[in-house]
């Protein structure tokens, strides 16, 4: 038998093709094969008609020795999946008596009876073998297409349900167990987490690592503010060798970016900055108006986020950023709510009215309306208090400031989202005892004032 | 010039090819599309290679007269989708020199200058237009792949940029107004959003009229604790008729769901309370725990929402609750910080800290600690205060509350994004003057206490 070296992802669905479902099962499939070293050559996603399954099959099977299909096997008119797959394949559809009697039992069990649609589950082509379904009524379905090159090896198809919770638990139950992913091809990747840098500045720093023939392969991605680097090698001589490449390149990227190299894998700027004040016994609040809770909300996403984030302010209008966070009314009406001076009051007042040990306050310009000549939709002023002496807190303990001015582009979404995530950056390269040069982060306009 | 009946849709990555990233751009253009009475034929997925770009981009020409692609546009190595139009139209890369100054100007307008790389984003196939991006920096490229067959029309090809905000930017400000579809073919739809009711028990309310051969198709999505029903019909007659059958439906829903259907079309939970409260010259806090900014993220998200929403505390310490909100420790101590006792106190708090007309506050156990045979994770306790007589406010005003405890199911990220929602329907109830029946939000556990 050939390996698996390759696989197509197949997704059937009307309600996938008009937008009306998001499909998640392509994405989850593409995970787990490329864990396991298995390349993915095409996603394809095609609606419930038998003609355009028929031909999409054939076609995706002559790509590659794998091809994964997810959806058209309920009990309804629109589940073609079955049908297609026995045209594909030149064979007849049969009733799977396993199935049928599974299927009937799994009823019962609901108090239901069978009825015919119901019925129509246990059909499978006369050459398939049925994957049993332990959450759910549909069994799975696998069989080979043969390829139309005498001698080849031909391609296995595995047909899952569409329902995330049926597909991911047959996947792991049924389809992992016979899958042949090449031993010595392994795909060794790693992912490392830069903020502070736009994208196109990291890809000049880069330079030749970029490179599209280079191995490992290095790619960017950027999204909300923070830009992740995609390291990637096919291990065709073994996995220890791709580890000692990749740690090569890690440690390359790390002299080249210093500090803006934040995290790797799972980490999150959130994360990792709620982490490194539980390490220093330090606590953070917010004040937020223009993000109006989003940053206390990335924050308290992480578990356990108790521990370092004490809670905050949201002064979403002018007199609540008085009330809750004592701005002085005459430093608005003097500088305007989006401003370096109101910024610097918000997060200040936030220290004393939470008694954390370091504040970020947010204040800008969102939009869709509300933008002026000199301060447009998108100018965000961020200021990070501190204490600067640790063990004192109170209104008359030594308070550093650092306050900066952003424009941020995008829409309404964007620029919140970049906003919050500016703001963790700020505490993040103070924590780090880092000076922060300029221009350090991503649209920075000025320099303090 | 033939009419644009159906269309194919592309993306490119390889984040979305090894599942790092979830392709949530074919759904928006499919969404788009078929509101448009386009059909789509097919959806299709290849990583940043050359070749299998220009493949597919040939391959999916040559099945419908339009075809709209995303991603590939951006200042790196592994953006291909340029050079690999240039090639499927066989014509060579030339500078366009008002995208050029366009991307000269957007960079000098963040004080940055243009680099090597940030050129390539100017370069087009010699046939093909740029479309501008008002909110970033790669423009987009509109071309035609000429049909084998002669005579025929040949394929509108449209290449978006890949992240979102400047894909759906482009295509509504570029790509609609260029967009031919057949005049006659319009598919009607509408949306209608309820809040308060199980998916289950909607279903069975809904019973015959969900039937799959029915005309019009009737179907339910849930998401996040609000249901959407959507109708939808194809109207080869005309839309007027099509309306009058939607009209007639939408008439039969209201009746059968009363104040539980709460918004139709873009409508949102958040947006229906903002608009009502301004209506009403009421504003909005809210005190948030375990939501930890959530909610009022939710509520800022909405354009124009300062207008009613005010602010709010982030009380997700206990040390704040008290500080903040000005709960009893002593009750904290008693009942414990998720307690419909808690949860009323920080309501009746956060009104007399922030002077709004209402306050909903929300404590509870998101996890995945911190539950226990008591308070399983998921339990959540929400109150909603609002001053008992309009024009009145500070400590001595008439204060009235309605708290309920729920038993939100899913993980931390489903209990928070719930728990947020059910916040705002408590206030949604309440604002239109109708008694809460029990039991009448989904999840809930116990009536007051």
Chains 1, 2 share one sequence.
Not at 114 to 121: H, K, L, P, T, V
Request: hydrophobic residues 40%; glycine residues 10%.
């Amino acid at each position: 038998m050939s390996f698996h070296t390759h696989a197509c992802i197949l997704s059937t669905g009307d309600e996938i093709i008009t937008g009306q479902l998001l499909d998640t099962n392509s994405r989850y499939l593409a995970e787990q094969l490329t864990s396991l070293g298995i390349s993915i050559v095409e996603f394809a996603a095609v609606p419930d008609d038998l003609d355009a399954l028929v031909h999409t099959l054939r076609r995706l099977a002559s790509r590659a020795p794998l091809l994964i299909m997810s959806g058209g096997l309920g009990p309804t008119e629109g589940d073609l999946t079955r049908h297609a797959l026995a045209v594909a394949t030149g064979q007849g559809l049969v009733t799977d008596e396993a199935a049928l009697r599974h299927l009937t039992a799994w009823l019962a069990g609901r108090g239901r009876t069978m009825n015919e649609r119901q019925a129509r589950q246990a059909l499978r082509p006369s050459g398939a073998t049925c994957l049993p379904n332990a959450v759910g009524t549909a069994p799975g379905l696998h069989s080979r297409i043969d390829s139309p090159t005498p001698g080849s090896a031909g391609t296995d198809v595995f047909c899952l349900p569409g329902p995330p919770g049926e597909l991911s638990s047959m996947w792991l139950a049924s389809v992992v167990p016979m899958l042949r992913p090449e031993p010595s091809r392994v795909v060794a990747t790693r992912l490392l987490h830069v903020v502070g840098i736009p994208e196109a500045d990291l890809v000049t720093r880069l330079g030749p690592l970029m490179k599209r023939d280079r191995v490992p392969l290095i790619g960017v991605t950027a999204s909300q503010g923070v830009l992740t680097i995609r390291l990637r090698m096919a291990a065709s001589t073994g996995s220890a060798q791709a580890e000692q490449a990749l740690d090569a390149d890690e440690a390359t990227l790390r002299e080249l970016l210093g500090d803006h190299l934040f995290g790797r894998g799972q980490d999150t700027l959130p994360a990792v900055v709620l982490s490194t004040l539980r390490d220093r016994h330090e606590t953070l609040a917010t004040v937020e108006s223009c993000t109006g809770g989003l940053l206390g909300a990335l924050l308290t996403a992480i578990p356990g986020s108790s521990a370092s984030f004490a809670g905050g302010l949201l002064t979403y209008s002018n007199d609540l950023k008085t009330r809750l966070a004592g701005v002085d009314p005459a430093l608005i009406a003097a500088h305007g709510a989006v401003s370096e001076h109101v910024a610097s009051a918000m997060a200040a007042g936030g220290l004393h009215a939470t008694g954390a040990h370091h504040a970020v306050a947010i204040t800008g310009i969102a939009g869709p309306d509300g933008g002026s000549p000199a301060k447009p939709v998108g100018t965000v002023c961020i200021a990070h208090a501190w204490q600067s002496k640790s063990g004192t807190s109170g209104p008359t303990a030594p308070v550093s400031v650092d306050v900066r001015r952003f424009r941020f582009t995008g829409d309404r979404d964007d620029i919140r989202q970049r906003a919050a995530r500016t703001g963790l950056a700020m505490v993040y390269f103070q924590l780090f005892g880092r000076p922060l040069s300029e221009p350090r982060l991503l649209w920075q306009l000025d320099a303090p004032k």
